[in-house]
């Protein structure tokens, strides 16, 4: 049961990672070769809710490009391969 969170936790390590290095490449070189940099924007601007004694904000965005997506398919393929 250990091993099963173990590998879980590397599985969603290595894709972070993946995402990460793939959103760097895609910046770095969407001057480039524009086709890395084109992506899209999910998500909603940060809202706040005011209860007077309780004030939460909330907000998320998530931002993909090709550079990413090709970052996280080489994650997956490096995790299967371990």
Same mark, same amino acid.
């Given at each position: 049961?250990?091993?099963?969170?173990?590998?879980?936790?590397? !599985?969603?390590?290595?894709?972070? /990672? *993946?995402?990460?290095?793939?959103?760097?490449?895609?910046?770095? &070189?969407?001057? =480039?070769? @524009?086709? !890395?940099?084109?992506?899209?924007? /999910? *998500?909603?601007?940060?809202?706040?809710?005011?209860?007077?004694? &309780?004030?939460? =904000?909330? @907000?998320?965005?998530?931002?993909?490009?090709?550079?990413?997506?090709?970052?996280?398919?080489?994650?997956?393929?490096?995790?299967?391969?371990?």
């Amino acid at each position: 049961m250990i091993r099963r969170s173990t590998n879980a936790l590397a !599985l969603v390590i290595f894709l972070l /990672i *993946g995402l990460i290095i793939g959103s760097f490449i895609g910046d770095l &070189l969407g001057e =480039t070769i @524009g086709l !890395l940099s084109f992506g899209k924007t /999910i *998500g909603f601007d940060p809202f706040t809710l005011d209860l007077a004694f &309780l004030k939460l =904000t909330f @907000g998320l965005k998530f931002t993909m490009n090709i550079a990413s997506v090709i970052g996280l398919i080489l994650a997956l393929v490096i995790y299967k391969r371990l």
